[in-house]
């Protein structure tokens, strides 16, 4: 088959889209993409870009969608531009990678004309993200810290401080030791499970005066919509 029967075929397929379903598709993906927008900014850090981005996002496939409405253009468009998530998917958040991928699959259901089931779909995965949200599911403990302690070489950094983690927590594991200073001091990682939060200042204190008032780093786990 020619280019040119091939560009002739295309053109057929694509003129014999009604301007009304072409309306109402992308009317629905436009407000789909709404509906995905406004639940990702619930709780959550987000650029005014990566937003506006979103809400378009089913609009744009949906128009993919619609104007290689054969099977084997279909394929092609989906692949080329799900693929196009990996630009996007170094930098962003798990978060921000879901919200592209559902954005993507609602505008494939409107441009292939499925809009009950892109907006049911969407409405459950919506829901579901919200009761997520709402819950403490995959919430870290709020006694979970990070703390960096920094050192003497002349200390033993296997067990220097056994004895105050036995007092104030309950769960405690090293896990990392680099040198630093030419080798004069330890900075030590550990990731621990207080035993209570009103008493993490006495353990600082004990602490500091264990290691010689060298440097003390305690972090505690932030959830997203608190960055």
């Not at 959550?44 to 809400?55: I, P, R």
């Not at 609009?59 to 989906?78: E, K």
């Not at 500091?208 to 305690?218: K, P, Q, S």
């Amino acid at each position: 088959m020619s280019l040119q029967s091939l560009l002739q075929n295309a053109a057929g397929q694509s003129s014999s889209i009604a301007m009304t379903t072409f309306l109402i598709d992308i009317g629905a993906a436009l407000i789909i993409g709404f509906m995905i927008a406004l639940v990702h900014m619930y709780k959550s850090s987000y650029t005014k870009s990566f937003v506006v981005t979103v809400a378009i996002l089913p609009a744009v496939v949906a128009m993919v969608i619609m104007m290689v409405n054969g099977s084997i253009g279909a394929g092609i468009a989906v692949a080329g531009t799900f693929s196009l998530v990996r630009f996007r998917s170094a930098p962003g958040s798990a978060k921000e990678i879901a919200a592209v991928f559902l954005a993507m699959a609602a505008g494939l259901a409107c441009g292939m004309g499925f809009l009950i089931y892109a907006f049911l779909f969407v409405a459950i995965i919506l829901t579901a993200i919200l009761l997520y949200s709402l819950s403490k599911f995959g919430s870290q403990s709020k006694k979970a810290r990070t703390m960096t302690v920094t050192i003497p070489e002349v200390l033993d950094y296997t067990d220097v401080f056994d004895d105050l983690f036995k007092k104030y927590t309950d769960e405690c594991k090293l896990t990392q030791m680099k040198t630093s200073n030419m080798g004069s001091l330890f900075k030590l990682t550990y990731s621990l499970k207080l035993k209570s939060e009103a008493t993490e200042k006495d353990f600082v204190d004990e602490i500091r005066c264990r290691n010689g008032n060298l440097e003390i780093i305690i972090h505690r786990p932030i959830e997203e919509g608190e960055l």
